[in-house]
């Protein structure tokens, strides 16, 4: 079957560093998505990587191996407004979205 | 970035009644739109996949008769929940597909439903 994984939840402190991963196995890959949901809203696109490497979008990084079935969400100099749920999901072979669950990132002071 | 918008924003209704709620995309064209439905603290499920001008694919365990969906222009997708009940209280998102990028999904604001 398909799936994603990532942690449910993470906690970080503002001004730091955190990383966010997420594993995939799916029928087929038309490139990894993450996006950002803030509580009540609709989710916000990010990034999208479908060659393997780094792209870097001011503050937030995204990363993909798709050899490794994986990739990882990096968030810089954070700040409280950063507090959200951040969605991992894939294209598979038919360009359908499969989603993760999510990860809850909290930011403390 | 494409921007997608939906409406109305929130709706409260009574039990039996029916509810549509219209996705548009505002700045592109959109072959293909999906709706999702979100509750409390999980996460998005895709309800059905909406192309332009043929009817929509639902996913396993969701109603076409319950939720019409028509797609009838390349801006304009309509949800309709019909005879609404309480366990249909949700948050439902669009989201449409760029159709000149057919990799990313923009999503509306999302349309808050209760039915009391």
């Known amino acids: 079957g398909q799936n994603i994984d990532q942690p449910t939840e993470m906690t970080a402190t503002e001004g730091a560093i955190v990383q966010i991963n997420c594993t995939y196995q799916?029928?087929?890959?038309?490139?990894l998505f993450w996006y950002q949901q803030h509580a009540g809203e609709a989710p916000t696109f990010l990034s999208y990587?479908?060659l393997d490497g780094l792209e870097e979008k001011g503050r937030f990084s995204s990363f993909l191996s798709r050899s490794k079935g994986y990739s990882y969400l990096l968030l810089k100099e954070l700040q409280m407004k950063d507090s959200a749920s951040y969605l991992c999901?894939?294209?598979?072979?038919?360009?359908?979205?499969?989603w993760g669950a999510g990860t809850k990132l909290i930011i403390k002071p | 970035g494409a921007v997608v918008s939906q409406h109305p924003s929130r709706v409260i209704c009574k039990s039996g009644t029916s509810v549509k709620i219209e996705c548009r995309s505002l700045d592109f064209q959109a072959t293909t739109m999906f709706w999702y439905r979100q509750f409390p603290k999980q996460s998005l499920m895709l309800m059905a996949t909406?192309?332009?001008?043929?009817?929509?694919?639902?996913e396993q365990g969701v109603e076409k008769d319950k939720f019409l969906i028509n797609h009838a222009s390349l801006t304009l997708s309509t949800l309709t929940v019909t005879s609404a009940h309480p366990e249909d209280s949700s948050f439902y998102i669009c989201?449409?597909?760029?159709?000149?990028?057919?990799?990313?999904?923009?999503f509306g604001p999302g349309t808050r439903l209760l039915v009391l």
């Open positions: 989201s449409a597909r760029d159709g000149d990028s057919a990799e990313t999904q923009y």
């Open positions: 909406s192309n332009e001008g043929s009817k929509a694919t639902y």
């Open positions: 799916t029928s087929g890959f038309n490139g």
């Open positions: 990587n479908v």
């Open positions: 999901a894939v294209a598979d072979g038919n360009y359908q979205l499969i």
